[in-house]
């Protein structure tokens, strides 16, 4: 016979050697469950015969084991039922009869059928009943006394159980019922999130169509109406010592409302620019360094609960050291000549920094006052050359390090990477504040 090859003998190998593994780890776990069992400890011993079988369906050493030991657990864990149901304690009971069922369960998925008597279908159909009717009894106690959370929180843990289809749509019916009356009574108290919440875990039951949808949508507009905070954000301004580049502040103002504050969370109702420029342009309010006073005159005017304003506190470019590259081009004219020219590469970190300060135009008090920062880096390629670059014969890509309109734009790109970002950091700023007045 001929020998083997290298690549077949290794793979065969690592084959028999995980193979190897394998069962040395199931075996840990079988002996684990053996003295588990030993130590009476029966529901984790069951637990590793399970997981050894999963690996291993043909060990059946840890077939029979589980078999005697679910015995066991169902026996136990069926007597403690009927005591609990004789006592009248019957959600007990159901717990003990859901973890009969529970481990039938996952002892069948390994291929062990633990039995169970004749009548384990009728005394389990008897004590859900009567647990669903005890349960059900409870819930209606505390919603006659307006005990909202406790009577959901009730009808929550009949959802575990195994009912009938008339039974679920009754507990359907009673989470629904207990949500939208929890809801009308934060709307009473003026917790206009915590109502708008309630009523959507109701129209979540029967879906938004349904009379509890309707209801519940009716209620949710309600406590939005009545709920929503507006904020005015006025233009932004660069404080003059920053060294800011021309535009930014206009260029960070735009991206803030346009594209980071056009979809706010709820209860949070930004004012739209153009309402808010028709109204600085009637009051005669110059863009610019804007007080408070005038900027919650101008909030009033748009009937905004917050004025929001904001400059550039401070601007940074740090230029890296450049890596300087000896290149060299022949000639377009004369293609025997070269010359020598310089790349440079580097990198180019920008930091902003805005402060922002939110007003409440009732009391004309600033509520807030943060400085948020951020940072945009980008690498650059860039040529050097004494004389006119276009004498050299380039490549496109070459040509392109010479373009100062191309370095122009890629610094207009790392600016507008800075505003996102800082635009991006502002708005959770101006939201949150906003919310924290909305309960």
Same mark, same amino acid.
């Given at each position: 016979?001929?020998?083997?090859?290298?690549?077949?003998?290794?793979?065969?190998? @690592? !084959?028999?050697?995980?193979?190897?593994?394998?069962?040395? !780890?199931?075996?840990?776990?079988?002996?684990?469950?053996?003295?588990?069992?030993?130590?009476? &400890?029966?529901?984790?011993?069951?637990? &590793?015969?399970?997981?050894? +079988?999963?690996?291993?369906?043909? /060990?059946?050493?840890?077939?029979?084991?589980?078999?005697?030991?679910?015995?066991?657990?169902?026996?136990?864990?069926?007597?403690?039922?009927?005591?609990?149901?004789?006592?009248?304690?019957?959600?007990?009971?159901?717990?003990?009869?859901?973890?009969?069922?529970? @481990?039938?369960?996952?002892?069948?998925?390994? *291929?062990?059928?633990?039995?169970? #008597?004749?009548?384990?279908? *009728?005394?389990?159909?008897?004590?859900?009943?009567?647990?669903?009717?005890?349960?059900?009894?409870?819930?209606?106690?505390?919603?006659?006394?307006?005990?909202?959370?406790?009577?959901?929180?009730?009808?929550?843990?009949? &959802?575990?159980? #195994?009912?009938?289809?008339?039974?679920?749509?009754?507990?359907?019916?009673?989470?629904?019922?207990?949500?939208?009356?929890?809801?009308?009574?934060?709307?009473? @108290?003026?917790?206009? /999130?915590?109502?708008?919440?309630?009523?959507?875990? %109701?129209?979540?039951?029967?879906?938004?169509?349904?009379?509890?949808?309707?209801?519940?949508?009716?209620?949710?507009? %309600?406590?939005?109406?009545?709920?929503?905070?507006?904020?005015?954000?006025?233009?932004?301004?660069?404080? #003059?010592?920053?060294?800011?580049?021309?535009?930014?502040?206009?260029?960070?103002?735009?991206?803030?409302?346009?594209?980071?504050?056009?979809?706010?969370?709820?209860?949070?109702?930004?004012?739209?620019?153009?309402?808010?420029?028709?109204?600085?342009?009637? +009051?005669?309010?110059? !863009?610019?360094?804007?007080?408070?006073?005038?900027?919650?005159?101008?909030?009033?005017?748009?009937?905004?609960?917050?004025? %929001?304003?904001?400059?550039?506190?401070?601007?940074?470019?740090?230029?890296?050291?450049?890596?300087?590259?000896?290149?060299?081009? =022949?000639?377009?004219?004369?293609?025997?000549?070269?010359?020598?020219?310089?790349?440079?590469?580097?990198?180019?970190? @920008?930091?902003?920094?805005?402060? =922002?300060?939110? +007003?409440?135009?009732?009391?004309?008090?600033?509520?807030?006052?943060?400085?948020?920062?951020?940072?945009?880096?980008?690498?650059?390629?860039?040529?050097?050359?004494? *004389?006119?670059?276009?004498?050299?014969?380039? !490549?496109?890509?070459?040509?392109?390090?010479?373009?100062?309109?191309?370095?122009?734009?890629?610094?207009?790109? +790392?600016?507008?990477?800075?505003?996102?970002?800082?635009?991006?950091?502002? %708005?959770? =700023? =101006?939201?949150?504040?906003?919310?924290?007045?909305?309960?």
């Amino acid at each position: 016979m001929k020998t083997k090859s290298g690549p077949f003998v290794a793979i065969l190998f @690592l !084959s028999l050697l995980a193979s190897s593994v394998g069962c040395v !780890s199931t075996e840990k776990r079988y002996q684990k469950g053996v003295t588990l069992e030993s130590q009476g &400890r029966l529901e984790e011993a069951a637990q &590793r015969y399970i997981a050894v +079988l999963a690996k291993e369906p043909g /060990r059946e050493d840890a077939r029979q084991r589980l078999s005697d030991v679910g015995a066991q657990l169902v026996e136990e864990y069926l007597a403690a039922a009927r005591a609990e149901g004789t006592d009248g304690r019957y959600e007990e009971a159901v717990e003990a009869i859901q973890r009969i069922d529970g @481990l039938r369960g996952r002892t069948a998925q390994v *291929g062990v059928t633990l039995a169970v #008597p004749d009548d384990y279908a *009728g005394f389990r159909r008897d004590m859900v009943d009567a647990a669903a009717l005890s349960l059900f009894r409870q819930g209606e106690e505390l919603e006659n006394a307006g005990r909202w959370p406790d009577a959901s929180r009730t009808y929550e843990r009949l &959802r575990a159980y #195994p009912l009938t289809s008339d039974q679920a749509l009754k507990v359907d019916e009673a989470r629904a019922r207990v949500l939208l009356r929890w809801a009308e009574q934060d709307m009473s @108290l003026g917790t206009f /999130r915590a109502a708008y919440g309630h009523a959507q875990t %109701a129209i979540d039951v029967f879906g938004p169509d349904s009379p509890t949808g309707v209801e519940g949508r009716s209620i949710q507009k %309600a406590a939005l109406d009545a709920g929503t905070r507006t904020v005015a954000v006025l233009p932004f301004w660069a404080y #003059p010592g920053a060294g800011t580049p021309k535009g930014l502040e206009t260029g960070l103002y735009d991206t803030l409302l346009y594209e980071r504050m056009d979809e706010p969370p709820l209860f949070v109702g930004p004012i739209d620019r153009g309402e808010i420029h028709r109204e600085m342009v009637r +009051l005669r309010v110059r !863009s610019g360094d804007i007080p408070d006073r005038t900027a919650v005159t101008v909030g009033r005017a748009l009937r905004a609960d917050f004025v %929001a304003v904001g400059w550039l506190e401070s601007y940074r470019r740090e230029d890296g050291v450049p890596e300087e590259i000896a290149r060299k081009a =022949v000639l377009r004219r004369d293609r025997t000549t070269s010359a020598a020219y310089t790349e440079k590469k580097f990198t180019v970190k @920008l930091t902003g920094e805005v402060i =922002v300060r939110i +007003l409440d135009t009732v009391t004309g008090k600033a509520v807030n006052e943060e400085t948020v920062s951020a940072q945009a880096s980008a690498p650059f390629r860039r040529a050097y050359y004494d *004389g006119d670059y276009m004498t050299l014969d380039l !490549s496109r890509e070459e040509r392109a390090l010479f373009d100062r309109e191309g370095w122009l734009r890629a610094e207009e790109e +790392l600016q507008k990477n800075l505003v996102d970002r800082l635009a991006e950091r502002i %708005a959770p =700023v =101006v939201f949150d504040r906003v919310l924290r007045f909305v309960r």
